[in-house]
C-alpha cells in the first residue's frame, strides 16, 4: 500500500518493491498475481475503518472519477477517452471513485472501472483480460449509483452527496439519491432543464433570470495565494428547494 501510495514516476512491482524496501520483487509479483485475495472483503474492512476514524456527524460521499494513461491496448478498460488527468482525449484506463469526507478528514472507500462499449462488446477481449463473464456495460453514473448504495447499504452514515456534471446530469441516480431521503449536492450543466416552482428551463437561462437578492455568498474555505481562481474564497449559489419522498424538502 506504502508503495502504490507513493510518488513514484513509474510504478511497477520492480519500482514499488525497491520503494518498500525490498530486495526483489518476488513478493510483490506473487501478491498480484499468485497470491488468493478478496479485493471486496479488503474494500469492506477499509471502509468500516474510515468510517469509525473519520466519525459520521455530517459525512458525505463524493463520486469522481479519474484517469490513468497507458501506452498500450491490454490494460482492462483501456481505450482513447477522455480524462481529467490529461484534460483532453488520450489512451487511459478510467475509473470511478467514492470517497467519504468529514470534518475530520477523507479517504477513498471504494472504486470501480469504468469498461467502454468497446470492451463490454467484444467477449473474447474481455475474456483474455480476465474479465468476469457476467460484467456488462454500465455507465459512470451507474458506477456511482452502485457504489453510493453499496455503501449506505453498509451502514455507511452519510447525509448528502457531491459530484460533478457527469453525475448531476445523470436522473436515475438523482432518483436513487431522493429513494433513499439523502441529500445531494451534484453540479448541472448549463444546457440541463430544472423544473421549479415557476416552470421548467435551460439552468443558464433560469440562473440569469434570477434577481440578486436570492443568491447567497457562501466561503469555500481560505484562498490560497498559488491558486488561481474566478471567485476568491468565496462563491455565489442560488438554493432551491426540492421535496423529496417523506421529507419536508432538502
Not at 481529467?84 to 472501472?113: C, M, P, S, W
Not at 455507511?156 to 460533478?164: I, N, S
Amino acid at each position: 500500500m506504502e508503495g502504490l501510495l507513493a510518488d513514484l514516476p513509474r510504478k511497477n512491482c520492480w519500482t514499488i518493491a525497491e520503494h518498500a524496501g525490498d530486495v526483489t520483487p518476488d513478493g510483490m509479483q506473487h501478491l498480484l498475481s499468485r497470491a488468493v485475495w478478496d479485493a471486496d472483503a479488503v474494500r469492506d474492512d477499509v471502509r468500516a475503518v474510515a468510517v469509525e476514524c473519520l466519525g459520521g456527524i455530517d459525512a458525505m460521499l463524493v463520486v469522481d472519477e479519474t484517469g490513468d494513461l497507458k501506452k498500450g491496448v491490454c490494460s482492462v478498460g483501456v481505450q482513447r477517452q477522455y480524462t481529467g488527468t490529461a484534460g483532453r482525449i488520450e489512451n487511459a484506463q478510467v475509473g470511478v471513485f467514492l470517497t467519504y469526507t468529514t470534518k475530520i478528514g477523507h479517504t477513498l472507500i471504494d472504486r470501480e472501472l469504468y469498461l467502454p462499449r468497446s470492451w463490454t462488446g467484444v467477449p473474447e477481449r474481455c475474456a483474455a483480460a480476465g474479465v468476469p463473464e457476467d460484467t456488462r456495460f454500465a455507465t459512470k453514473p451507474a458506477l456511482a449509483s452502485r457504489m453510493i448504495l453499496r455503501a449506505l447499504d453498509a451502514g455507511v452514515p452519510a447525509k448528502w452527496v457531491a459530484g460533478d456534471e457527469v453525475y448531476g446530469g445523470n436522473p436515475t441516480l438523482r432518483g436513487d439519491l431522493e429513494k433513499r431521503q439523502v441529500g445531494y449536492v451534484l453540479a448541472a450543466a448549463c444546457d440541463h432543464h430544472v423544473t421549479t416552482a415557476t416552470g421548467t428551463g435551460r439552468a443558464d437561462e433560469l440562473v440569469a433570470g434570477l434577481p440578486k437578492r436570492v443568491w447567497q455568498r457562501l466561503s469555500a474555505g481560505k484562498a490560497r495565494k498559488d491558486t488561481a481562481s474566478t471567485t476568491g474564497p468565496g462563491s455565489d449559489w442560488w438554493v432551491e428547494r426540492t421535496s423529496l419522498p417523506g421529507t419536508g424538502g432538502c
